[in-house]
């Protein structure tokens, strides 16, 4: 029996996700110094971790390993530990405390257990040794309190000692607050990082997943764009293709008008309804998109971080993508002190309108394109663009940052230093 509850007791511990992916983050400087993130969404799947739970990993930022760590949960969803270092130097000096004021026996604290690589916190086996060395501690602590209650009569002047909490207990945390010194440190600069989290099991080797981590400033303006449909021209065969090796189901001009864009100051932000599952094939498809030796702009990719089923169901039955998009770019909005750092979107249906009208940009730059690479506007949608024609006229749809800056700080622009003062007008004769 014990052997059948054995079985079953693992069966019901295997990580419910199926595959892993990383989601990109994004650090904003704020106005005291720190740099704030975006959500790390960092997720395993069973066919790289089978058993999840408690499992360390492991992070190379830019190609160094760096002592940041995260923990797996049940669902293969990694946060960060919000449990310290110093907890138990803590309770050590409680009791120590406790000893001389009440001169109670108490039994001598075991060895603290080093924290043990990943691969040996996932294994049933390994689980069930670390479960046995961790109850004779527990028994002595129930034998303590119960103690303390039967000879203590002041029991609201000790401090109770908590027993460990499982991660389903422990609410962890997957957003990180740095000052630059604490940046640094982490092998972070500013622009593009690249960050690889990877954690080792003993049945199934190594498994690794990758994700860019990003750090901007107050002052940058973003350009939002959709990838399927927007840079595809379609969205379901715009996904398939790729996969199967026709690398030209892109729209025309997309990589030259984005490069333009970006030369001029803007971020790019892509974003998609996909799953954080699909996060590497999305990736790869961006960085592989060439046309005329010209390549997408980096940017930060924010993908879903629910399952690939949830993510379908959200977007081809429910059709209700942009329930996701608004809550995704409202995080990183909530990083900026200005009402919205969004400059322009672009997108393929009537959904990315509303997405992108919630978090602030407003309907005259905001463009649609169909299957035919036709844009547009939302204010005259008689008229009608193109990603080539924009080219052209980039200048005029997507001033350069440095430019735009003084005409939304200060009246210093060329129009109001050369326009007509108003006439002065006698107010009493009126």
């Known amino acids: 029996m014990n052997f059948i509850s054995g079985i079953l007791s693992n069966i019901a511990n295997i990580n419910s996700a199926t595959l892993s992916g990383a989601i990109d983050v994004v650090f904003v400087e704020q106005e005291d110094g720190t740099y704030r993130s975006t959500p790390f969404q960092v997720r395993f799947g069973k066919m790289g971790v089978v058993w999840s739970k408690k499992k360390i990993i492991d992070m190379e930022i830019n190609g160094k390993e760096v002592e940041l760590r995260m923990v797996l949960d049940d669902n293969g969803v990694a946060y960060f530990e919000d449990q ?229 169901k959200r977007e081809v039955i429910d059709r209700q993508p942009e329930i996701f998009k608004i809550q995704c770019l409202q995080v990183l909005q909530g990083l900026y002190g200005c009402p919205t750092p969004y400059f322009a979107g672009y997108g393929n249906r009537p959904n990315d309108v509303t997405a992108y009208q919630a978090v602030g940009i407003p309907r005259s730059r905001i463009f649609i394109i169909n299957k035919t690479g036709n844009l547009k506007g939302q204010v005259c949608q008689n008229v009608q663009t193109s990603y080539k024609n924009q080219c052209a006229l980039v200048d005029l749809f997507f001033p350069p940052v440095e430019r735009l800056e003084p005409q939304l700080e200060d009246e210093t622009s060329s129009f109001h230093y050369w326009k007509d003062p108003l006439p002065d007008v006698d107010l009493s004769n009126l």
Request: aromatic share 8%; with cysteine; charged share 25%.
């Open 84 to 312: 310290s270092d110093g907890d138990s130097d803590d309770e050590d000096q409680v009791i120590e405390a406790v000893k001389e004021r009440h001169s109670c026996p108490i039994p001598e604290a075991r060895p603290k257990l080093e924290r043990q690589r990943s691969r040996h916190l996932s294994d049933p086996i390994d689980k069930t040794k670390l479960e046995d060395e961790l109850l004779p501690i527990q028994e002595d602590l129930i034998e303590y309190s119960a103690f303390k209650a039967s000879s203590n009569p002041h029991l609201n002047e000790i401090d109770e000692i908590d027993f460990p909490t499982s991660s389903t207990e422990k609410k962890g945390r997957n957003t990180l607050e740095l000052y630059l010194e604490e940046l640094l440190d982490l092998n972070l600069n500013f622009g593009s990082n690249e960050v690889v989290f990877s954690t080792t099991s003993q049945y199934q080797g190594t498994t690794r997943c990758f994700c860019n981590v990003f750090v901007w400033q107050q002052r940058d303006k973003i350009i939002i764009s959709d990838i399927d449909g927007t840079i595809t021209k379609s969205d379901v065969r715009g996904m398939i293709l790729p996969l199967i090796g026709v690398a030209d189901w892109a729209q025309g001009e997309v990589t030259n008008l984005y490069s333009k864009i970006s030369e001029n100051g803007y971020k790019i932000l892509y974003l998609s309804a996909r799953s954080i599952s699909q996060s590497a094939e999305t990736k790869a498809y961006l960085l592989s998109l060439n046309q005329g030796n010209l390549k997408l702009p980096l940017g930060p990719l924010f993908l879903n971080p629910e399952s690939a089923l949830k993510s379908f």
